[in-house]
């Protein structure tokens, strides 16, 4: 049976919003994986990184996946290699970056995997998207939804860049 899951996908290098595009191209292809949703593209500050950076672009995809979040996990690292990123958990501009938020109900936290995102609560960048895709979704650890979380002055700072939410339904 498949398991909701929601994948943030994010760019701060290169033709950021062509990023954006090939990378859904790509979860396209994943086996098992059928996009139901995105969200719109929104920019926002480069946090916590080193020296100057570019804004980041982010989106999220929700979808149905087939099978295990490792195996998702795994095609996702697949997808940022073959497109060109190489320091993964570094702090430096990425062409791409793809995290699982959330993962059906599952709650997992290994040395490799954390579902959901530790720290999905802490990020307007991935709430906002998040919530206009489903405004009333429940974080599966607080049991609360995660709109009590998102910080009205964090969220002024995640501008709508492009509003074009698709819907697979």
């Known amino acids: 049976m498949a398991e909701t899951v929601y994948i943030l996908l994010g760019s701060n290098s290169g033709d950021r919003e062509r990023n954006l595009k090939n990378a859904i191209s790509r979860l396209r292809e994943v086996e098992g994986f059928e996009i139901v949703a995105s969200s719109g593209i929104y920019v926002s500050e480069a946090v916590g990184m080193v ?9 999220v995809v929700m979808g149905d996946f087939q099978f295990r979040p490792n195996e998702l996990l795994a095609n996702l690292e697949t997808i940022e290699l073959k497109m060109g990123r190489s320091e993964k958990g570094e702090n430096k501009a990425r062409n791409i970056d793809l995290d699982i938020l959330l993962f059906g109900d599952e709650v997992i936290e290994s040395e490799n995997l954390s579902i959901p995102h530790r720290e ?13 895709i489903t405004p009333d979704i429940v974080h599966p650890v607080t049991k609360k939804p ?3 979380f998102l910080n009205e002055k964090e969220a002024g700072k995640v501008l709508l860049f492009k509003d074009h939410v698709a819907r697979n339904i």
């Open 51 to 59: 020296g100057e950076n570019p804004d980041f672009m982010n989106q």
């Open 120 to 132: 999905l609560l802490n990020r307007a960048f991935a709430m906002v998207p998040l919530l206009q």
């Open 146 to 148: 995660v709109s009590e």
